[in-house]
């Protein structure tokens, strides 16, 4: 489905300083943008911003990246830091196949990929952010160690998945066909994981260590 472009969320996300335009020249001093040591996180694809802005309310000693490429939808998560007065947090437009030009060799500590497009037609497999081809090149600034937490609703995509991260060489650490019924502690909900609890659908989620 093609989105509605809103052509005032733009001028709303430039008037924010939480809101990086040139990411690039921020490249390995992400840090002192933040002004603390702290560890950073990014989220890959964060919608509204319902799953970051909580992990940020949260955990006020973790930074945290929101990346997507809808400006309709940053304006989301922007509003809610806001609303909350979240110094911790910052919003990246961007497609996220440019990525490895905005951050450092083992800058980033911790990846999210939440309910991503499932890319179903195999050509375009290699889009899906969970694809070897990607995988690898998050490893180019995720540091030794880290993880990626992934969860979708898609089987296909979560089969095909955890082959990608196989192939990548990380070490899986869990994994669950059935979030909200496992033993995993501390899940937060998407807005599209709610839609899909409530249409019983299962969701699917795995850890994965770099």
């Keep these: 489905m093609r989105r509605r472009k809103k052509w005032w969320a733009k001028p709303e996300l430039e008037k924010d300083h939480k809101v990086i335009f040139t990411p ?28 970051i802005n909580q992990l940020a309310n ?4 973790i930074n945290y990246i929101a990346l997507d490429i ?15 007065h979240l110094s911790n947090i910052k919003v990246i437009p961007i497609n996220i196949e440019n990525i490895g030009d905005i951050f450092d060799q083992d800058e980033i500590e911790k990846i999210y990929i939440n309910f991503c497009n499932p ?13 070897s081809n990607l ?10 160690g880290s993880e990626i937490w992934f969860k979708t609703d898609d089987e296909l995509l979560f089969t095909d998945s955890l082959e990608y991260f196989k192939v990548a060489g990380f070490k899986e650490l869990y994994r669950t066909y059935d979030l909200h019924q496992s033993d995993f502690q501390g899940n937060i909900m998407t807005e599209y994981e ?6 019983r659908i299962k969701i699917k989620f795995v850890r994965f260590k770099n």
């Design 70 to 84: 809808y400006d309709e939808l940053l304006v989301h998560v922007l509003r809610r830091a806001n609303e909350n």
């Design 119 to 131: 890319w179903p037609k195999k050509r375009h497999h290699k889009r899906r952010l969970t694809h």
């Design 58 to 61: 949260t955990n006020t000693n």
């Design 194 to 199: 709610e839609k899909f609890c409530n249409q």
């Design 24 to 51: 690039s020249e921020h490249k390995g001093k992400w840090k002192e943008l933040f002004g603390n040591n702290n560890p950073i996180y990014l989220e890959l694809g964060c919608g509204r911003g319902r799953f």
């Design 135 to 144: 995988l690898r090149l998050y490893q180019t600034f995720l540091k030794d």
